[in-house]
């Protein structure tokens, strides 16, 4: 991690302030408003220290119930999305609704699947390709999602071949990991991530990892209310990019962005964020809220002063 650091000043010294890398660049707004405080030193948050621009997405699920309700919301969301804020925002909303939603959004917001089938085409009533998704200018699905391992029984065979197909396409994936309330009584959650991880992800080459997102959604988590604390949220958010580490090399890890799902509110998105390896939420009920969602997308950064 202090390589890195040492690395990034160095960047920050030769490119006067704004620093990008070949994934993801840094927002100039935020470094160029933080800078300004001091000629001699500037003021980063962690996640940019890393190059990860924080990244904040709804997920609806089976929401909201009709297309006039899904209109004014996305109308909502669009509108609290400024030049100033501080992440990369995307909504992961039902098929019916993708088309018009995205039309909506313009290009304020990355629009994406709740799931895809991981088939090209035929006999697979009720599927939907990552093809058809493309040929309509949708390029993110969710993968994973506990809700769809338990609802739908979808295996983690099954989920790493729609992250494989998702890739095949060139789409992004954010592949959904996390353990249930009892893994998490048994101290359980860095094998069930890992398991999570390693399958999910299997086959995979490190150069498509620019593809791939990794959301830490604890099932406990979702839809309870009961958020995970920033501190239990960085320890695991640790072990996967760990774990990403053992699988690609230590730039990928630190590359790769990893969100927080679970009962994310407007009260706690900013004590989730200000953690280092925390680089953005997945947020289930409270995008249902223009409002709320509104706050959660423009969070308030945390800074950490870097000496330069
Ligand atoms: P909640 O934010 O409603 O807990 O849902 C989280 C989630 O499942 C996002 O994918």
Not at 32 to 43: A, E, I, L, T, Y
Not at 115 to 139: D, H, N, R, Y
Not at 146 to 172: G, H, P, V
């Amino acid at each position: 991690m202090k390589l890195s650091i040492a690395a990034l000043l160095l960047a920050i010294g030769s490119t006067n302030g704004f620093v990008a890398n070949n994934k993801q660049s840094l927002s100039p707004s935020l470094l160029s408003s933080s800078s300004s405080s001091s000629s001699s030193s500037v003021r980063l948050g962690w996640t940019e220290l890393f190059a990860r621009k924080p990244f904040i997405t709804g997920n609806w699920k089976l929401n909201p119930q009709t297309k006039t309700e899904a209109i004014d919301l996305a109308r909502g969301i669009a509108a609290s999305i400024t030049d100033k804020s501080p992440c990369d925002v995307g909504l992961f909303v039902p098929f019916p609704f993708i088309e018009t939603v995205q039309q909506i959004v313009g290009d304020k917001l990355v629009v994406g699947a709740e799931m895809i089938t991981p088939e090209v085409k035929g006999a697979f009533t009720g599927g939907i390709s990552p093809v058809m998704l493309k040929s309509m200018g949708i390029e993110w699905a969710l993968a994973g999602h506990s809700e769809r391992r338990t609802i739908n029984k979808e295996t983690d065979e099954y989920i790493n071949a729609q992250c494989r197909m998702l890739i095949e396409q060139e789409m992004n994936v954010v592949l959904c990991i996390g353990e249930t309330l009892e893994e998490f009584e048994k101290d359980l959650v860095g094998p069930v991530c890992e398991i999570q991880l390693k399958k999910g992800l299997a086959g995979i080459d490190a150069d498509d990892m620019d593809k791939v997102t990794i959301a830490y959604e604890p099932v406990w988590a979702i839809g309870t209310g009961k958020v995970a604390t920033p501190e239990i949220a960085q320890s695991v958010h640790q072990k996967i990019r760990a774990i990403l580490q053992e699988m690609y090399g230590a730039e990928i890890a630190e590359e790769t962005r990893v969100l927080y799902g679970g009962s994310v509110s407007p009260e706690s998105v900013d004590g989730l964020l200000a953690k280092p390896d925390v680089d953005g939420a997945l947020v289930g009920g409270a995008s249902l809220n223009a409002k709320g969602f509104g706050r959660i997308i423009n969070f308030q950064t945390v800074d950490t002063p870097v000496e330069v």
